[in-house]
């Protein structure tokens, strides 16, 4: 069955799976890896993407992330297009470089978060790159030594991952470690790897137990998460399409929405749109990016129209506080 629609809003906790294509190899050496790593911290750091896990491999590589302002799919777009340049370029070869489509897990967070990063950051050990959590803790191209303090990486917010684990770094640093050691013994590749009824509600005897009981539980295979969190987020991605059903709806509420902004500001459209920096210019252009993304689901760029800027003009509104 073919995998329905992505759902995303800013915010959004995801894990992120990449595979090169036929199971090729997506880095070839230390300088793949630095590039690699590097676009990933920049888009995070322009778009407001959270990073929490990674584990670069050879041939795929796994990140456990919650999306910024642009959304999932643009931040995704960027650094799987822009590095695929770089890596034909430099090993001049032609063709894609991934699989055609990454796959992405929506995860409810309270119940997945310490087990999926355990999960990604285990996974080098696993496939043989490193043999022990000491070796992990200084392997450069997983974010498990970003938690240990051995590598930096301004991007990750390791701050975020600690939190779980204890409220004073060395408290939070040793019960992490100890967890991770736990979840070495545990194969958690089939729960963490996908959504769906049967990873959601913990295993098939689960599911049946439920069934025996008369109760059902909604599902998706594009979501890890209780019935309830199932709900959640199918209404939501429901709600932003209904207003993404129609472009000429679409564009009907923009110039509604900026027509009474306008009208309470006692400008006129012409004047928000004429580049002028002055007055209150600024924070409605502000107000109305906020809106136009966040609350509609607008483009970028299509912001940009709107509010007579640039596409970097609507990014920068957007990452100041």
């Given at each position: ?10 915010g ?5 799976m990449i595979r ?6 997506i880095?070839?050496?230390d ?10 911290g920049?888009l995070a ?20 992330l919650?999306?910024g302002?642009?959304g ?6 960027r650094?799987?297009?822009?590095y ?6 430099r ?19 309270e ?15 696993r ?13 450069t ?7 240990m ?7 990750m917010?390791r ?15 040793r019960s ?9 013994s ?7 790897s ?10 098939w ?19 890890l ?6 709900g959640?987020?199918l209404?939501?991605?429901?709600d ?6 129609s ?6 509420l923009l ?22 920096r002055g ?13 136009f ?12 129209r709107q509010l007579?800027v640039?596409?970097?003009a ?5 990452k100041?506080?």
């Open positions: 069955m073919p995998r329905g629609p992505r759902l995303d809003a800013p959004t906790l995801h894990h992120v090169g294509i036929e199971k090729g190899n880095v070839r050496d300088a793949d890896r630095r590039d690699f790593l590097r676009r990933m920049e750091k322009e778009s407001r993407t959270s990073l929490y896990a990674f584990a670069l491999m050879t041939n795929h590589a796994h990140i456990l919650k999306s302002t642009t999932l799919s643009t931040y995704m777009r650094l799987l297009s822009g695929a340049q770089y890596f034909n370029r090993h001049k070869r032609v063709g894609h470089l991934f699989q055609n489509r990454y796959k992405s897990i929506i995860c409810e967070e119940a997945y978060f310490d087990k999926l990063v355990a999960y990604i950051h285990l996974n080098p050990i496939a043989g790159l490193v043999e022990t959590l000491q070796q992990l803790s200084s392997y191209w997983c974010g498990h030594a970003v938690i303090g051995k590598v930096r990486h301004d991007w917010d701050d975020y991952v600690l939190q779980f684990f204890g409220s004073r770094e060395g408290e939070a640093r992490y470690i100890a967890f991770v050691e736990e979840e070495m545990i194969d958690r590749e089939k729960e963490l996908g959504g769906g009824l049967i990873r959601s509600q913990g295993g005897s689960k599911v049946q137990s439920m069934r025996k009981k008369g109760k059902n539980a909604l599902s998706d295979e594009r979501i998460g209780s019935d309830a969190f199932v959640d987020m209404k939501e991605a429901e932003r399409k209904e207003l993404s059903l472009a000429e709806k679409q564009s009907k110039y509604e929405t900026i027509d009474q902004a306008c009208r309470d500001a006692g400008i006129t459209t012409t004047f928000l749109r004429s580049g002028s007055g209150l210019l600024p924070s409605l252009r502000k107000r109305l990016a906020e809106k993304v966040y609350e509609y689901g607008v483009s970028l760029a299509e912001t940009a007579g640039t596409t970097n609507v990014s920068f509104m957007l100041r506080k």
